[in-house]
């Protein structure tokens, strides 16, 4: 793991992000999955974050990103669950479904955990290690 520099600051931030779909299911197919890594990493991208780990299952999401100390990960845990809600279900009109109460895709709810350097291959591993649908 490399050292990020800014402009005053020498850091490296890394967290991990587990988001679960609104309504426990088969929602996530591998497709599925595919084209929310390449979102994700899109929006990542414009806020100059780098999205090291992708991975998920049938209802869920493990995310693993590296970022600036100026970057309030609540603001980009709801680009990362806004943008993917409304673009995934464009792509897939499946998602539209009646399930899909108050037009949600994701749980209001997630899991974010800071990821010490020493820490880091253990989630790296768990991350990796999870079967796609």
Request: with cysteine; hydrophobic share 35%.
């Amino acid at each position: 793991m490399k050292l990020r520099k800014g402009r005053h600051v020498v850091y490296q931030m890394h967290a991990h992000l587990v988001f679960l779909s609104k309504y426990s299911g088969e929602c996530f197919p591998d497709l599925v999955l595919k084209e929310m890594e390449k979102m994700m990493r899109e929006i990542c991208q414009k806020n100059d974050v780098i999205l090291t780990e992708f991975n998920g299952g049938l209802d869920y999401v493990h995310i693993r990103l590296e970022y600036k100390p100026t970057l309030m990960l609540t603001k980009l845990v709801n680009a990362l669950k806004g943008t993917t809600s409304k673009e995934l279900k464009k792509t897939f009109p499946d998602l539209n479904s009646t399930v899909w109460r108050n037009n949600a895709l994701w749980s209001p709810s997630y899991y974010c955990g800071s990821v010490e350097m020493f820490g880091i291959e253990d989630i790296v591993d768990c991350i990796q290690s999870l079967e796609r649908p």
